[in-house]
């Protein structure tokens, strides 16, 4: 079981320690301007037709290229396109519903509400395709990797925001554009990750003295990928302590998608992974995978979590939520985006209150490219998998700071929380 526990912590590793207040914010930028190119943006929101409910990681990608992002959790997006794709379509689809195609110029520069109708199957149409055993198709999954994916060395260009909470207020916020080599899904070989440009900020009144950070950085979400690490969450010898039953199927991009749902043993006390699965019918590959950890024990769980913490206070996880997605493309597979959902409960001797944090790190491929020429990355370039990426940052900047590339548009909460530390940053710099 040693492979799982580190793996956990390779995933989610989670810092807690004292910090010193020093009472003002830094104002400094970090990396460079981008260069200089020419775009178009557009802004709206993807809903469910019927109800009216925002479509929280529905996929927006530009027909014949790479260029894709991802809705926030209101439903919101934002999409750069370069004024060369102009005459292109737009695909919008969401597991569940009927993808659509509507062309790039029927698009307004803001305030576009696309709906999504739910994709309908007839039960005789599940029942005649559906696999007689589920985790007998699992293994065939995992085990089909090289096949179902891209079989090359790729550089994607992927956007990164991690956010710490107290309770429902906006404690901090860091973001980054981020340069992924991404090994082939068969090769042993771990991806690699560079930094281009980054910005945080604290609100550290909120923290209440006690600096929560995530160490990993970007590495959190792709280790999500569970088709590039399955020994993190199915290693080969831990699969039989899991049981697999299928749930009724649905559609993405017009194809059938089976749905298993997995769980570990009653038999097994040791914290492991319960959620869904959905597996393209045609192909036998992974489109998306929704899970959380087992944090019933706390103790077992605070242990995979925390690595460093004061001695007068108790920290342990209430829960623990990942989701990876993949994209298509010429009939291969590859990792699109991914999301780590963390809650933590800190306890202080001696106190009656408690507090309550919690935690995303999530990361949308934005564009990529096959790696024909071999390039890589020296060791000075690559982020360390125990990097704490809101170290690595400092300062926001105007709302054009990432120039050209796509980013998951901010919630309003996340938008309040940065425009009243902008306002602070400006208050000190007129005192200076």
Do not use: C
């Amino acid at each position: 079981m040693k492979t799982r526990h580190t793996a956990v912590n390779h995933i989610s590793t989670f810092v807690v320690s004292l910090l010193f207040l020093l009472g003002f914010f830094s104002s400094e930028i970090f990396a460079q301007t981008p260069e200089n190119e020419s775009y178009k943006q557009y802004g709206g929101k993807v809903i469910d037709s019927k109800t009216k409910e925002p479509l929280i990681f529905a996929t927006l990608l530009i027909e014949g290229t790479n260029v894709s992002t991802i809705t926030n959790t209101d439903g919101e997006f934002l999409l750069k396109v370069p004024t060369s794709l102009q005459d292109s379509k737009v695909s919008i689809s969401f597991i569940g519903y009927q993808p659509i195609n509507i062309p790039l110029a029927q698009f307004k520069e803001e305030k576009n509400e696309i709906e999504l109708v739910v994709s309908v199957l007839q039960l005789s149409e599940i029942n005649v395709k559906l696999p007689k055993d589920a985790k007998s198709l699992v293994r065939t999954v995992l085990k089909k990797k090289g096949e179902t994916g891209l079989n090359s060395d790729i550089v994607m260009t992927a956007f990164y925001r991690e956010t710490i909470k107290k309770r429902k207020k906006n404690a901090s916020l860091a973001e980054a554009i981020v340069t992924v080599y991404k090994e082939p899904n068969f090769s042993s070989k771990k991806d690699a990750i560079s930094l281009y440009k980054a910005r945080k900020s604290t609100d550290y009144s909120r923290l209440d003295t006690i600096a929560l950070k995530l160490q990993g950085g970007p590495y959190n979400p792709l280790y999500a990928d569970m088709i590039k690490y399955p020994e993190y969450i199915f290693a080969d010898d831990e699969v039989d302590q899991y049981t697999f039953n299928f749930l009724p199927s649905t559609t993405v991009d017009d194809r059938l998608v089976y749905v298993v749902n997995f769980k570990q043993l009653p038999s097994i006390s040791e914290p492991l992974y319960y959620g869904k699965l959905y597996i393209d019918a045609e192909s036998l590959a992974l489109t998306s995978a929704i899970y959380n950890l087992n944090v019933e024990d706390k103790n077992l769980a605070s242990n995979l979590f925390v690595k460093k913490k004061p001695s007068n206070i108790s920290v342990y996880p209430t829960n623990a939520a990942y989701r990876v997605d993949y994209r298509q493309k010429d009939g291969k597979w590859y990792y699109g985006y991914s999301n780590v959902q963390l809650a933590f409960k800190i306890v202080r001797k001696g106190k009656w209150f408690n507090s309550v944090y919690s935690l995303s790190s999530e990361m949308a491929v934005t564009d990529w490219k096959v790696n024909a020429s071999g390039e890589t990355l020296k060791n000075r370039e690559k982020l360390r998998p125990s990097i704490i990426i809101s170290d690595e940052a400092s300062g926001f900047s105007d709302p054009d700071f990432w120039g050209a590339y796509n980013v998951i548009e901010p919630e309003k909460s996340i938008e309040a929380a940065i425009n009243k530390i902008r306002r602070q940053l400006k208050r000190v710099d007129s005192e200076l």
